[in-house]
């Protein structure tokens, strides 16, 4: 089982971008997802979370300006990014509890990285 994420790039302050993890292995399901990011010299933190049973989790700092959300049918998650700010800028993780034929547990993907000039 793999996690990519992808979709990162550099925007300018108040642009959108969307980040996608997509899943790939021989998996039954995905049951919880998340996106973390860490800026530099800082913490990683959870940016928005979501379960299988549909249910979204955000950080303060996003709520209204973020939305994560899933294709089953792509085994893929994703994170639509909107009004941008620099304080927005990070490398951005995915995460997810994932149950597969070789088992379930956590997985990450490589971090993609976001940067919103000003």
């Known amino acids: 089982v793999q996690l990519q994420a992808s979709g990162g790039g550099l925007v300018k302050a108040g642009g959108s971008l969307r980040l996608s993890c997509a899943v790939s292995?021989?998996?039954?399901?995905?049951?919880?997802a998340n996106w973390y990011r860490q800026a530099p010299g800082k913490p990683r933190e959870l940016v928005a979370g979501?379960?299988?049973?549909?249910?979204?989790n955000y950080v303060d700092s996003v709520k209204g300006r973020f939305t994560i959300s899933r294709d089953n049918a792509k085994n893929t998650v994703y994170l639509e990014m909107n009004s941008l700010k620099p304080e927005d800028t990070g490398v951005y993780y995915c995460?997810?509890?994932?149950?597969?034929?070789?088992?379930?547990?956590?997985?990450w993907g490589q971090g993609t990285q976001v940067t919103v000039s000003s």
């Open positions: 995460n997810a509890y994932i149950r597969a034929s070789s088992g379930n547990r956590d997985y």
């Open positions: 292995g021989s998996i039954f399901s995905i049951d919880v």
């Open positions: 979501s379960t299988s049973s549909g249910n979204t």
